[in-house]
């Protein structure tokens, strides 16, 4: 997956000053030819709306005019690991699967190769070490598992060049994320593909796609039409789908046309982990509901499951020094929060667990997707959002700087009780 192990860190590129109304920026940076078109969403507990707006164009290729519009069908990337959460919840709750129980039985492949603890490149084959502690749906809930995506982790790249194979390539999640661990599971914090072990979990486990647990227990009792696995087999979606651009590799404009990049790499499972794709509209319909706790999705244990911070504080902290290890990964994970913020995991994703004056309240949940899209869930403050767009780097900084000012901007609007536009 080139683009993450190969892209230079983007700077900023996008007026940020707080003098600038947040959709002022919005406009300066399609004027700019930095961002093609975006959806953005925002809305409280009790079901308004705060904001709701698109603008610019759904894709760049030749010839293409469409209007990047609120039901414009996006690939959401990590946005989808929020969905499968809930799914496996739900299958906890119906007793198909349980969280501290070990996921070999149905999931051999999970582990298989032990922990990589190092390379011998004279033999040019990795050192190895049998982990110790099972697997469980827990820990690949919370990315405790050992598992790290081999596009971002070195030795993996050296794993994966040994065996003739590219980083997360092939049709299935067995053929991406069969990997070896790199570290004891239980013990430490890595990023990883995970979610689409536990994806092809319930599957296992249901006898279904995770497509269509998905549409049985999440889309159809919220209404749900516009999220998906497979957009181009949808004939209602065709015509809606937005393509991917890009900047430079420094995050220089013009934006230019990258339909032809398969951001998959030849998966056609259902990914649990990166590979829905869904409009705004319906994505923050979702959202608004989990953050009402709508007792059509999961009852009232489940919500505190979800939501409660997983991590002991030696995992934390290896959390907190992984968002810190690198700019790339304060880039590509660290969702344009302050890093000496602490943070920590919850099943619903990263959790601040400080206030962000302006911006959002301690205990807020937040994540994103690669093509530079964030979504999250302020509790206190009563307010959830969504911001939606198609752009390459990955988590452009530039980008995200626009994000933060329309939380920022939302947030004022929550707490003020400004009146609903």
Not at 62 to 69: I, R
Not at 268 to 289: I, K, P, V
């Amino acid at each position: 997956m080139a683009f993450y192990s190969e892209t230079k860190v983007a700077p900023r590129h996008v007026t940020s000053e707080a003098s600038v109304p947040f959709d002022q920026a919005y406009k300066e940076a399609i004027e700019k030819k930095i961002l093609p078109g975006y959806a953005l969403i925002a809305g409280g507990r009790d079901g308004n709306i705060l904001y709701s707006k698109a603008d610019g164009v759904a894709s760049l290729k030749e010839g293409e005019t469409q209007p990047f519009k609120l039901d414009t069908i996006c690939w959401i990337a990590s946005m989808t690991k929020l969905l499968t959460s809930v799914a496996c919840l739900q299958a906890v709750e119906a007793g198909l699967l349980e969280l501290e129980k070990p996921v070999t039985e149905t999931l051999p492949e999970v582990g298989k190769y032990g922990i990589l603890t190092g390379w011998n490149d004279e033999k040019n084959e990795g050192i190895y070490e049998q982990h110790k502690t099972p697997v469980t749906l827990r820990m690949l809930l919370c990315h405790t598992s050992g598992y790290e995506y081999d596009w971002f982790s070195p030795l993996l790249a050296k794993w994966r060049a040994s065996r003739n194979e590219q980083p997360w390539t092939g049709p299935t999640v067995e053929d991406k994320t069969t990997l070896p661990l790199l570290f004891e599971p239980g013990t430490s914090f890595r990023y990883g593909g995970s979610p689409d072990w536990t994806g092809k979990l319930i599957e296992r486990v249901t006898g279904k796609s995770l497509e269509e647990f998905m549409v049985e227990k999440i889309f159809e009792p919220l209404g749900i039409k516009d999220l998906t696995f497979y957009p181009k087999k949808r004939e209602d979606m065709k015509d809606r789908l937005a393509t991917l651009s890009t900047l430079s590799e420094t995050g220089e404009a013009p934006a230019k046309d990258a339909s032809d990049q398969d951001m998959l790499f030849g998966g056609t499972d259902c990914l649990g982990g990166g590979g829905g794709y869904g409009s705004a509209q319906d994505f923050f319909t979702f959202l608004q509901a989990v953050l009402r706790r709508d007792n059509r999705l999961l009852n009232s244990e489940s919500y505190d499951e979800l939501f409660r911070p997983q991590l002991n504080d030696e995992v934390k902290t290896a959390l907190n020094e992984y968002l810190r290890s690198s700019p790339a990964h304060a880039q590509f994970l660290g969702m344009s929060l302050p890093q000496e913020i602490e943070k920590t995991w919850s099943f619903a994703g990263l959790t601040v667990e400080q206030d962000l004056e302006g911006r959002m309240l301690a205990g807020t949940h937040t994540w994103g997707g690669v093509p530079s899209m964030t979504w999250y869930m302020d509790h206190k403050a009563g307010i959830c959002g969504v911001a939606f767009c198609q752009i390459m780097p990955p988590m452009f900084p530039g980008v995200l700087a626009l994000h933060e000012q329309f939380q920022r901007a939302m947030y004022a609007k929550a707490t003020k009780g400004e009146q609903r536009e």
